[in-house]
């Protein structure tokens, strides 16, 4: 592993320069073909955070999502990832939320993050910002990494009040939509706990991905970026046979080229600022080998992968 070098913080920085290269979460058009979408290719160049071009969208009612795991009584939030846009409700309850994420089946997948916009500042001023938002007016708490083939996730945040925005596929040149909402005060005490995970899955300090043994991508667990200034992710890739950890960092230190070495994305835990935390209901994935790795990059523009920012796990 090499020496660590300075990463972007994905967290609102006071007096950041405005023309920096926010290169962040870059994600990868289709070259899969048939009803299994393959994974995404390298884009080379900036992404685009193209709020200003999509303008603000208008948040529209959603039904009530199914309840999470142990305690039906928290909030249920359903966002609705459409090859049309993003849907959910304007308004939602603070403290302990649960989401359920559907999406509509198509040649790329969905993802969607959720970050809370900075104090004094509104979803309009991010619009306006544009790609500079990144560093200046957000902090990632969460989100789902993409998913295919129409499946649903489910992710739970303990949310502050606030103004949020989320985004599906927002740094692709063309993203699928935006969706800003307000938090509130919790509605009852009762959603001050935590829902049941069935372990940790530890994100930083630094490059590490430290997942439990019993790990196998499916259930309800815990992520947690320990890192004090990093923004951090853990997705899932399935492995092809003879690519293996070193094959994956070797990739990431070319710059992610085209083809990926690996054949597909399986959700995962989508970008959590500093000492953010989420839970996420993961739906069962076929036996075979996985890995989890981070996209976020360092200032030159390479992943925290291509610094060993990878943990490999077995479904049986």
Known sequence: MRTRRSSLPLTPQPGAHPGADHDALRRRPPTGDGDTPGPRTHRSGRALFALASLGVLVPTAAAAAPAHGDHADRP???????????????????????????????????????ARIADGSTAADVAAAGQEALVTMLTFVGGVGTVHDGATVGLTLDLEPGNYIAFDNVFLPEPTGVLPFVVGDPATAEYDEAPEAEGTVQIGPGMLIAPPPDFDGSGTW???????????????????????????????????????????????????????????????????????????????????????????????
């Open 222 to 316: 815990r992520f947690v970026n320990g890192d004090d200034t990093l923004t951090h992710e853990a997705l899932i890739v399935r492995l092809p046979d003879g690519i293996g950890v070193p094959e994956l960092v070797a990739w990431g230190d070319e710059g992610r080229p085209e083809p990926a070495p690996f054949e597909a994305e399986f959700a995962g835990a989508g970008p959590i600022g500093p000492g953010e935390e989420q839970w996420l209901t993961l739906p069962e994935l076929e036996p075979g080998n996985y890995a989890l790795l981070c996209y976020v990059p360092f200032e030159d523009g390479l992943p925290h992968l291509s610094d060993g920012m990878i943990a490999p796990f077995t479904v049986s």
């Open 76 to 114: 249920q939030i359903t966002l609705e990832a459409g090859n049309d846009g993003l849907t959910g409700p304007a308004q939602v309850a603070g403290g302990f939320v649960d989401f359920t994420v559907t999406t509509e089946a198509n040649e790329i997948g969905h993802s969607v993050y959720i």
